[in-house]
């Protein structure tokens, strides 16, 4: 490929939500036109990502320097296979969002910023997924947030008021803490380029240990780590069904494929010295996600605690410092992203077809709506870890890499936790799908809602197909984190 | 220099921690704010602050001249003071939206998004409420 074609390959990920964003926006007065340039361009992102991806398998990485410059003063965007199978991964989500926004399954009323917001936020994702520099990645994190805030304030009700309140205030100060970290690694090596800042942190990582860690909080805070996911579990489920499958699956993993990259290649000598810490950081955030979980009714609510604790597993993935946690670290994050997006898209159905989130006044579903059954069960058991589907594969490679390290307390609690997520689903599938409706008189809606039952079956097939056939994805990422983890 | 600005930057991130922990979300916001204008002080000061030459190339050379600031640090605490404003101006008019909408801005009352137990399982946007 020539240069400039293979600028085009990265940064299109890039250009086309923000296109569609823009255009979007221009259109909102249209809602038809509208719907068609949001999907357009969804499916337009997901072309571009896996087109990257291809470009990726083959070459390893590829990278472009912006306006002339040579590396390492030029701002970089570089697609290596960590970025490009998040990018993928975001292309879906956002298509998946967008799909099921199509018909009357969730009870928003149509806004005209929903739309943009939604190609800000996939924008957001993409560029921190494939920047090569410090302070890029800080301002790809203030997009996300942005977005973030915008599509958490649609519904104007006093929830959604207070949802998003809680949620400036912590991710403000996460994305504070991250601007300081940045600011004090540049004053400490004169570099923002990942790469540079590599070979000027060589020789005395601890001179930089400091700045990393502060770094690393901002990045924590945004992953929903213990002891500072206070801001998720407060407003997730203040969302629009979609934008709440879309915040399940990318939201925290912007802060943890920071903490990925960071940790494997920008500051390849300064991580190891974190990584105990990070480990016990991890468990901490396995237990208290799955502890919160339990004690939750709100379908929502209990899958967005579990969410905190799933981000436990991928960090304990990321704190072993080796390629194969950081393996394990990225599969376990494309398999949660998709079961957890896929489940929170089915809660909104059972919530259509049922009447409520909340468990204690619903039931009866498995009898009255089988498919739907079905469909929690299976990404239900992937979530728990049951070959052969996703979860397992996910979960397998992170304990593995953890034994083989010999950290049997955090295997062991990682498998113990696995026991408490097969509780916090069993009580939704007795609750809402075994038991018989609490209303005796109770009837599903009637009426077919075809896009949003395709959104999150053709989620769930995505991952049945990938823990049936797990081979390509396992040799894809296995060649992501080792390239990750090779000093240039 | 670089001790008035440490100082400055420690006495506006204190002054902004104390303010956002307070229970009036109007004060949690200026204090945000006053946090992150804590945090452009170090990033200007990330740069070094005994250069204090403009940063232009002279006429006929090729490089800054000794003495010049550095520039990079100035240009990432624009970008950071521009992010900044535009969400301390969303968040300001969040908090007016809420005090309009709830009568004060005390965020103690303010448990609409987190119900107490057995209030809660309702859709985000109940059907009811078009």
Known sequence: MNADLTSLV?????????AAAVASTVSAGRPRVQQAIGLGGAILLLGSALVL????????????????????????????????SLVVLAAVMGLTALLFQQDDTDPAPASPAFVPLVHAFLAGACGAFLTGDLFNLYVWFEVVLIASLGLLVLGKERRHLDGALTYFVLNVV????????????????GHLNYVAIAHATMADPYRVLPFVAVLSVGFLVKAGAFPLFAWLPATYHTLPAPALALFAALGTKVGVYALLRTGGAVFPTVAPLMSDLLGWVAVGTMVTGVLGAAYHWDIRRILAFHSISQVGYILLGIALGTPGGAQGALVFALHHSLVKGSLFLIAA??????????????GGLSSARPWLAALFLLQALSLVGIPPLSGFWAKFL????????????????????????????????LEAFWRAHPREDWQPPPGARPASAIAAAGLAAVTTAFGLWPEPVLRFTFMAATVLHTRP | MIWAVALSAGALVASGAYLALSRDALRAVVGVSLIGAGANLVVLSAGRLDAVMPAFVPEG???LADGAANPLPQALVLTAIVIGFSLTCFALALVMTIRQRVGDTDST??????????????????DDER
């Open chain 2, 61 to 63: 050379a090729s490089r």
């Open chain 2, 109 to 126: 009352g303010l448990r609409a998004a987190e119900p107490p137990a057995g209030a809660d399982g309702l859709p985000a946007f109940p």
């Open chain 1, 349 to 362: 159905l059972v919530c259509r077809e049922a009447g409520s989130y909340d468990l204690r006044h619903i």
């Open chain 1, 53 to 84: 991806a291809r470009a990726v398998a083959a070459a390893g990485q590829v990278r472009t320097a912006l306006g002339g410059w040579d590396a390492p003063f030029a701002i970089e965007f570089v697609a290596d296979g960590v970025g490009a």
């Open chain 1, 10 to 18: 990265v940064v299109a990920p890039l250009l086309v939500p923000l």
């Open chain 1, 174 to 189: 996460g994305t504070l803490f991250v601007l300081v970290g940045v600011a004090l690694v540049y004053a400490a090596t």
């Open chain 1, 398 to 429: 992170v304990v593995r890499e953890t034994l083989v390290l010999g950290h049997v307390v955090w295997a062991a609690t990682a498998l113990a936790v696995g026991a408490l997520t097969l509780y916090s689903m069993l009580k939704i599938w």
